[in-house]
């Protein structure tokens, strides 16, 4: 085999290898999470492994009250459904009372609709 197929397969092989790790996918979404708005109350997120929980909490953090717990799939896509952890919601005053919600990953944000009292809105969490 010539020297210069062999140096294009290789370089092929290569460009294949290197794609392939890269993934194209969503990068980690472990870590801290905050919301990205000026509210009165504030939503941070703490996701590790295959758990995500969201708090509420006031602007000057005087506190933090579990909004919701839940799994995250191991292969995260762009948008998953979180099972909720109903033991430990049922247990707190701000608990939700869904049994999933939905996240959406775009443009390193993080997204879930948030309704209480009949009014709805979109969370947008930033990571910390």
């Given at each position: 085999m010539p020297n210069t197929l062999k140096c294009?397969?290789?370089?092929?092989?290569?460009?294949?290898?290197?794609?392939?790790?890269?993934?194209?996918?969503?990068?980690?979404?472990?870590g801290k999470w905050k919301s990205n708005d000026d509210a009165v109350m504030e939503f941070h997120a703490e996701i590790?492994?295959?758990?995500?929980?969201?708090y509420l909490t006031t602007a000057t953090d005087e506190g933090r009250n579990l909004y919701w717990s839940g799994n995250v799939p191991a292969k995260t896509p762009t948008s998953f459904v979180s099972i909720a952890d109903?033991?430990?919601l049922d247990a707190v005053i701000f608990g939700s009372l869904d049994y999933t919600k939905r996240f959406d990953y775009e443009d390193g944000t993080l997204n879930f609709a948030f309704s209480i009292l009949d009014h709805q809105s979109v969370i947008t969490l930033d990571k910390v």
């Open positions: 294009f397969l290789l370089t092929v092989f290569a460009l294949f290898f290197l794609i392939g790790c890269s993934g194209g996918g969503v990068e980690t979404l472990d590790s492994g295959d758990k995500i929980e969201i109903k033991d430990r």
